[in-house]
C-alpha cells in the first residue's frame, strides 16, 4: 500500500524559513517523481514543484511563485523528499500535500498533508 | 502557464442525476488531464488520468472524455458520496496548473 507522510508543517514568521517532510512506502521510492501541492485555506491547487525519478536524475522543476524560495529534495536512503523553503510569505500560508506521480506524471496519491502558517 | 478553466463553479443536483463538469485547457495538451475529487478536509483522490482512464477502484459511473482544449467529467448517477469538490490538472507542461473547481451540492 502507498503511503506519504507529512511532516513539519507549523507556525513560522515572515522571512523565516521551514523544512517539510515526506516518509514514502509500499513502492519503488526511486522509480517515481515526487512532487509538492499545495491549498491555501478555503482556496484551490497550486502545485508548487517536482523531484523526477532516478532515470531522470531527480531532476526539479519549481512555480514561479517560489522559484529561488523554495527546494525539493529527496533521500533514496529514507525514501524520503523535502520541501525546504526559506523567505517565507504569508501567502505561502496553505496546507501542503506531498504527492507521487504516475505514468507519464499525472499526480495519483496523496499524503494527508501538513499545514504551514506564516504569519507574526 | 496553461490556464485551465472549470465550468460551473457550483453544481447543484440530486440523488440519481446525472452531471457533467466541463474544464477547458487554454491551450492544446493532448488528453494529458487528470480529474480529482476532494472532500471537506482531506486529500484530493485521483478519479481520472489521461482525460478518459479510470483510476483502479474508482466506480465505473465517473468517467471522463475529451482532448485538446476541452474536456468533460460525467457522474453517470449521483450518489451521496459523491457530493465534493472536483479539480482538473493538465500535466502537459510547466508549471502544472488546476481549474479552479467545481463544487458539486446536494440540492
Known amino acids: 500500500e502507498v503511503q506519504l507522510e507529512e511532516s513539519g508543517g507549523g507556525l513560522v514568521q515572515p522571512g523565516g524559513s521551514l523544512r517539510l517532510s515526506c516518509a514514502a512506502s509500499g513502492f519503488t521510492f526511486s522509480d517515481h517523481y515526487m512532487d509538492w501541492v499545495r491549498q491555501a485555506p478555503g482556496k484551490g491547487l497550486e502545485w508548487v514543484g517536482r523531484s523526477r525519478n532516478k532515470a531522470n536524475s531527480f531532476s526539479t522543476e519549481y512555480a514561479a511563485s517560489v522559484k529561488g524560495r523554495f527546494t525539493v529534495s529527496r533521500d533514496e536512503s529514507q525514501n524520503s523528499v523535502y520541501l525546504q523553503m526559506y523567505s517565507l510569505k504569508t501567502e505561502d500560508t496553505a496546507v501542503y500535500y506531498c504527492?507521487?506521480?504516475?505514468?507519464?506524471?499525472?499526480?495519483?496519491?496523496w499524503g494527508q498533508g501538513t499545514l504551514v502558517t506564516v504569519s507574526s | 502557464d496553461i490556464q485551465m478553466t472549470q465550468s460551473p463553479s457550483t453544481l447543484s443536483a440530486s440523488v440519481g442525476d446525472r452531471v457533467t463538469v466541463t474544464c477547458r485547457a487554454s491551450?492544446?495538451?493532448?488528453?494529458?488531464l487528470a480529474w480529482f475529487q476532494q472532500k471537506p478536509g482531506k486529500a484530493p483522490k485521483l478519479l481520472i488520468y489521461k482525460a478518459s482512464s479510470l483510476e483502479s477502484g474508482v466506480p465505473s459511473r465517473f468517467s471522463g472524455s475529451g482532448s485538446g482544449t476541452e474536456f468533460t467529467l460525467t457522474i453517470s448517477s449521483l450518489q451521496v458520496d459523491d457530493f465534493a469538490t472536483y479539480f482538473c490538472?493538465?500535466?502537459?507542461?510547466?508549471?502544472?496548473?488546476f481549474g479552479q473547481g467545481t463544487n458539486l451540492e446536494i440540492k
Open positions: 491551450q492544446d495538451i493532448t488528453s494529458w
Open positions: 490538472q493538465q500535466y502537459k507542461s510547466y508549471p502544472l496548473t
Open positions: 504527492t507521487r506521480s504516475d505514468g507519464s506524471g499525472y499526480i495519483a496519491y
